[in-house]
């Protein structure tokens, strides 16, 4: 994404249960930096001129990639370099020679390696996406073939979210997907979200957007 001479401009971004490294050029130093899971929104400004161009990481599939500990990035920017050293050195040069966001995105995917076959952990964490996060811990672990306690554990480890606040934030996005089509009908989208009742729609909502349903834009 290439941002044009307009005026600095605050950018809101949602929580979304996924993980990011992202590359920004085109004013002051080129970075290449890890950003971690949300569990909150963050606004960003955007300046004139940048370029940002990022490869994202569903749930569960960055930690090893990544080199550490999910939690550690949980609503935090690092420079990559912390964690790949020389190698992510190598690749900010790359991306600073190419000559196109198209071209820097290419050499962001060559650089990862794609985990094949995906393991249990990650085809539950799929599964659950694929649920909207309207999944019970028993049903995900099964799922995974772990004891709830495993999958507990192993969520934290690989997501940086516990399985209860992950299905929250992707039972959310569902929502944030479907809320400019209802036209004010929110007590019937959040019934069909999984929601107890319109009110834990409503502060679910504000807590990971900062607007209510109704004030709701982006």
């Known amino acids: 994404m290439r941002h044009s001479e307009a005026p600095p401009a605050s950018h809101r971004v949602l929580p979304d249960g996924c993980a990011d490294i992202l590359f920004t050029a085109g004013s002051g130093k080129p970075t290449l930096q890890v950003v971690g899971t ?12 940048q370029m940002h161009v990022g490869l994202r990481f569903h749930p569960g599939m ?32 790359r991306l600073e020679n190419a000559r196109s966001p198209h071209a820097c995105a290419s050499l962001m995917a060559e650089t990862v390696s794609m985990i094949s076959p995906a393991t249990p952990l990650q085809r539950a964490l799929a599964w659950m996406r694929c649920q909207n996060g309207v999944v019970s811990l028993d049903e995900v672990a ?72 109704a004030n709701f834009s982006i």
């Open 38 to 49: 949300m569990t909150q929104f963050q606004d960003f400004q955007i300046i004139p001129g």
């Open 62 to 93: 960055w930690a090893s990639e990544i080199g550490a500990p999910a939690g550690l990035i949980t609503d935090r920017l690092i420079s990559l370099e912390d964690f790949w050293g020389k190698r992510a050195r190598t690749l900010l040069a």
């Open 142 to 213: 099964s799922e995974a073939g772990l004891s709830p306690r495993q999958f507990r554990r192993l969520c934290r480890e690989q997501t940086g979210l516990s399985p209860k606040l992950l299905a929250r934030i992707l039972r959310f996005r569902y929502a944030v997907s479907r809320v400019h089509d209802e036209h004010g009908e929110h007590a019937g989208l959040a019934a069909d979200c999984g929601y107890f009742d319109q009110s834990h729609f409503i502060v679910d909502f504000q807590r990971f957007s900062g607007q209510t349903p």
